[in-house]
Structures are given as structure tokens and as C-alpha cells.
């Protein structure tokens, strides 16, 4: 009996005819095998020699290594999506009990449990997305006593502006001039409208036509007529958007005029640069002291601080880092304040120190201005946690009155 009768007899006790090679080889397999593989075992055309029978018996040989080869990694790959399943099922379990102890427990009794040791490693591990919003109000504040009605009146306000301005497209100022009028600021009006296209364009929400387009219109333009005094300024709108994610546009106003009411903040928005020059030298106090030998090479390569930090700063990281991660980074960030922003750029530089210390200034700035789109978040925030931000013994912030301060601002209290 041949191969093709015995086959044939097994799968099936009714005689019919002997199936071709090709659908015999079909028939035992899971999927459609390519043209190639099938081929090893089709009998010669009849105007060929028949095959060999030592040929036939390697063909087949081949093809049944082909066929365990193929039924391994199908098996490799089944095993790893059950274990990305499982991965994401923990995670989600993980997160859903986390919201609960946040919702139940943390939040109710915000003011006794918030500098509690608990509750800051519940915070490093990263905010529960459900409770984000609510964490993030609190822990910034509301200094400025913003109220729902005060947001609607500036919301206002830029309608009419918005009105009364030409419908040509706006143009980008050349330069940035700290002495306009604020006439002049509250024309920055026109730039939000420019600056929002360009917003997490990859999510198409933000963008006209898109769900998030006037909620951030708004807020962008409240803002800009509650501080004409600084005006809109580019990056504000990833801020601002970040906060939508999280909040109610009323809200997420408030958070943000908070937010940008930092020192640190308004120093970088403000564009003050002899502030900013200060910012920039305590930061290299610590990349120093952390990263020495990185620290030599970018500066024998002259890489200063301001290539990459401000656009760090600016969006407090949600342009340069993927979403996810940089809202993780807001969390410790509304939770410690613009310390943690300068941790984080001494995380990343340690990251990636040694891929940065076999480069050239070009393309550390390169890189730097264009971090990878896929980063581990516990990788990043193991680095992070390995940074000391510690001078001589003393910690940013820290103030010693008999000692000479890095810096002669007051917000900034550095001493070495």
C-alpha cells in the first residue's frame, strides 16, 4: 500500500481516490504551507525522471524539519503571548487594587496619609490612571484660589479676542522680546491655534475636528488672559493637554495655572535667563557629581545643559518621553516638586550613558532632542532612584545661612 493509501485509510475508511501529494500535505498541517515547501514533496512532472527513492526520502526528511521547526516556534509564540496575557492581567490587577487603596483609603484622608512613607511608595510605583486626576489637584494646590467662574471669565475674554482677529493664518515671531506690552501678549492669542496641530499629533485628538481640540483651545487661551504678563508660550499646550487627559477642563485649568506658578516653570516660560542660567548651573552641579565621566565628555564635546533640558523642562517631559512614562513622571513631579524634574534628565542621561559617551556632539544632541519611542519605565525609574541630588552633603533646596549660596535668587537655595 502506498504512503497516499495508507494516509488516506487512516483519516478516512470509505475508499475514494488517492489524494494529491498537495492536498495530502494540507491535510496535515495547521496552516497553508508556502509553494517552496509543498514542492519537496509533488512528484516530477511525467516528462521528467522520477525523483530517486534516496531524493524522496530526503525531500521528505526536509520537509518534516520544516514542519517541527515551524510547530516550535508556534509553540514559542503561543507561550509568549501567554505570558504577555498574564504579564497584563497582573498589571491590571495590580492597578485596579492600587485605585482602590487610593479611592478608599489615601484620598478620604488626604491631609493625615499624603507624607506618610506608604503612601510615597504607593506614589513612586506610579499614580492608578482612575485617581490620577484627583492626586495631581491636590498634591499641586491651588495657591492662586483660581475658582471655576474665574476660568469662564478668561475663557471669555479670549473668545472676544479670538473674534476680533484676522482670519489669516498666524505666523511664528522670530524672536521672544520679555518687554511687549501686554496688548502684545494676549496677541500670542493667535500662535495657540498655530501650536495645537502639532500636539501629540499621533493621537488625533487634539487636532481640529478632534475630541480634545477646544478644550485645549480654551484653556490655552483662558491662560493667556489670566497672566498676559507671560502670555502663551510654545510647549504650554502639552501641559495643558496632559491635564486634559486627566482632568475636567475647569480643572485642568487650575492645575495648570498652578503648575506654571512654580519657579521653575515661570523661570523657563518667562524666558528670565539669568534664572534659567542658574537652573542650568545647579543641575550640572549634580550631573557631575553622578555621571563624571559623562559629565567630562559632553564637556569636551562643549554639550551644555540648554540643548536638551529646555524642551525637557518646558513640557515637563510629555513631548520628549512616550505618554505613559511621562505621566508617571508628573506623578512623583506634582509630588516633589521641580527637584524631581532635574532627577529624571540625570535618569535618562544614566541610562543611556554608555551609548552617550561613544558619541560626538552632534549626535548626543541628536539623541537627546530625540529620546527612543520605546522605554522601560522601571529601567528609567531605577536609574532615577539611583541618583543622588546631593552637593557636599547638602540636598537641593537645602539652605545653609552661614554657608555662599550657588545662587543669588531666593526660590533657589543650592549652597555649596
Given at each position: 500500500m502506498s504512503f497516499y493509501q495508507t494516509t488516506d485509510l487512516h483519516t478516512n475508511p470509505i475508499e475514494v481516490d488517492p489524494p494529491s501529494p498537495r492536498q495530502s500535505v494540507r491535510k496535515n498541517l495547521d496552516f497553508e504551507p508556502l509553494s517552496t515547501t509543498a514542492l519537496i514533496l509533488e512528484d516530477r512532472p511525467a516528462n521528467l525522471p522520477a525523483k530517486p527513492a534516496e531524493e524522496a526520502q530526503k525531500h521528505r526528511q526536509q520537509y518534516e524539519e520544516m514542519v517541527a521547526q515551524a510547530k516550535k516556534r508556534e509553540l514559542k509564540e503561543a507561550q509568549k503571548r501567554r505570558?504577555?496575557?498574564?504579564?497584563?492581567?497582573?498589571?491590571?490587577?495590580?492597578?485596579?487594587?492600587?485605585?482602590?487603596?487610593?479611592?478608599?483609603?489615601?484620598?478620604?484622608?488626604?491631609?493625615?496619609?499624603?507624607?506618610?512613607?506608604?503612601?510615597?511608595?504607593?506614589?513612586?510605583?506610579?499614580?492608578?490612571?482612575?485617581?490620577?486626576?484627583?492626586?495631581?489637584?491636590?498634591?499641586?494646590?491651588?495657591?492662586?484660589?483660581?475658582?471655576?467662574?474665574?476660568?469662564?471669565?478668561?475663557?471669555?475674554?479670549?473668545?472676544?479676542?479670538?473674534?476680533?482677529?484676522?482670519?489669516?493664518?498666524?505666523t511664528e515671531p522670530e524672536t521672544e522680546d520679555a518687554s511687549l506690552s501686554l496688548a502684545d501678549r494676549e496677541a500670542s492669542l493667535e500662535l495657540i491655534k498655530l501650536d495645537i496641530s502639532r500636539t501629540f499629533p499621533h493621537l488625533c485628538i487634539f487636532q481640529q475636528g478632534g475630541p480634545y481640540y477646544d478644550m485645549l483651545h480654551s484653556i490655552l487661551g483662558a491662560y493667556t488672559c489670566y497672566r498676559p504678563d507671560v502670555g502663551y508660550v510654545q510647549g504650554m499646550s502639552f501641559i495643558a493637554a496632559v491635564?486634559?487627559?486627566?482632568?475636567?477642563?475647569?480643572?485642568?485649568?487650575?492645575?495648570?495655572?498652578?503648575?506654571?506658578?512654580?519657579?521653575?516653570?515661570?523661570?523657563?516660560?518667562?524666558?528670565?535667563?539669568?534664572l534659567m542660567l542658574k537652573y542650568f548651573a545647579a543641575f550640572e552641579v549634580f550631573f557631575e557629581e553622578n555621571l563624571p565621566k559623562l559629565f567630562v565628555h559632553f564637556k569636551e564635546n562643549n554639550l551644555t545643559p540648554d540643548i536638551y533640558l529646555i524642551d525637557w523642562i518646558f513640557t515637563l517631559y510629555s513631548k520628549s518621553l512616550p505618554l505613559d512614562l511621562a505621566c508617571r513622571v508628573w506623578d512623583v513631579f506634582c509630588r516633589d516638586g521641580d527637584e524631581f524634574l532635574f532627577r529624571v534628565a540625570l535618569g535618562i542621561l544614566r541610562l543611556y550613558e554608555d551609548v552617550l559617551t561613544r558619541m560626538d556632539f552632534i549626535h548626543n544632541a541628536q539623541f537627546l532632542t530625540?529620546?527612543?519611542?520605546?522605554?522601560?519605565?522601571?529601567?528609567?525609574?531605577?536609574?532615577?532612584?539611583?541618583?543622588?541630588?546631593?552637593?557636599?552633603?547638602?540636598?537641593?533646596?537645602?539652605?545653609?545661612?552661614?554657608?555662599?549660596?550657588?545662587?543669588?535668587?531666593?526660590?533657589?537655595?543650592?549652597t555649596v
Open positions: 505570558k504577555q496575557l498574564e504579564d497584563r492581567c497582573k498589571l491590571e490587577e495590580s492597578i485596579g487594587n492600587a485605585a482602590q487603596t487610593w479611592n478608599q483609603e489615601i484620598l478620604p484622608n488626604w491631609s493625615a496619609m499624603c507624607t506618610s512613607r506608604r503612601v510615597r511608595e504607593l506614589w513612586w510605583q506610579g499614580v492608578p490612571p482612575s485617581v490620577r486626576g484627583k492626586v495631581w489637584s491636590l498634591a499641586v494646590g491651588n495657591e492662586l484660589n483660581i475658582t471655576h467662574e474665574l476660568f469662564n471669565i478668561c475663557l471669555a475674554r479670549a473668545r472676544e479676542k479670538w473674534k476680533s482677529m484676522p482670519t489669516a493664518p498666524p491635564l486634559i487627559l486627566n482632568l475636567d477642563t475647569p480643572d485642568a485649568f487650575i492645575a495648570f495655572a498652578n503648575l506654571l506658578n512654580k519657579p521653575c516653570q515661570m523661570a523657563f516660560f518667562r524666558v528670565d535667563h539669568s530625540r529620546l527612543p519611542d520605546h522605554i522601560s519605565p522601571d529601567q528609567l525609574f531605577s536609574h532615577i532612584h539611583a541618583v543622588h541630588m546631593t552637593s557636599k552633603n547638602r540636598k537641593w533646596g537645602q539652605q545653609n545661612d552661614t554657608d555662599t549660596s550657588l545662587f543669588s535668587d531666593p526660590v533657589l537655595h543650592l
